[in-house]
């Protein structure tokens, strides 16, 4: 059974940083391409960012270089690194995998969300 778990939301003020974390079981997690996505009240849900198996990354145009993704096969985790945080980027995040293919998200699986409120 595959399980993918997040941690490191909260509320944050304009400008700060924060890190998500998303550890996965059940797969294989080296061959897995892997992303964030988030949806705000009242939107779809939208990719973040994203990273195959061999490190290669993609990033949504709202990212605009504050948010990295990164790998710890190891660890069996991945993260996304938050900077400059901004209002607009309240909103829950999801870990995805389950995709082999980094242009093939999302996969199969996600992870139960968390939420993320950038004010003052």
């Known amino acids: 059974q595959v399980q993918l778990v997040e941690s490191g939301g909260g509320l944050v003020q304009p400008g700060g940083s924060l890190r998500l974390s998303c550890a996965a079981s059940?797969?294989?997690?080296?061959?897995?391409?892997l992303g964030w996505y988030r949806q705000a009240p009242g939107k779809q849900r939208e990719l973040v960012a994203a990273?195959?198996?061999?490190?290669?990354?993609n990033d949504a145009d709202f990212v605009q270089g504050r948010f990295t993704i990164s790998r710890d096969n190891a660890k069996n985790t991945f993260y996304l690194q938050m900077n400059s945080l901004k209002p607009d980027d309240t909103a829950v995040y999801f870990c995805?995998?389950?995709?082999?293919?980094?242009?093939?998200?999302?996969?199969?699986?996600w992870g139960q969300g968390t939420q993320v409120i950038v004010s003052s």
């Open positions: 990273i195959g198996s061999g490190g290669t990354t």
């Open positions: 995805n995998a389950g995709s082999r293919s980094l242009y093939r998200l999302p996969g199969d699986y």
């Open positions: 059940g797969l294989i997690f080296s061959r897995n391409a």
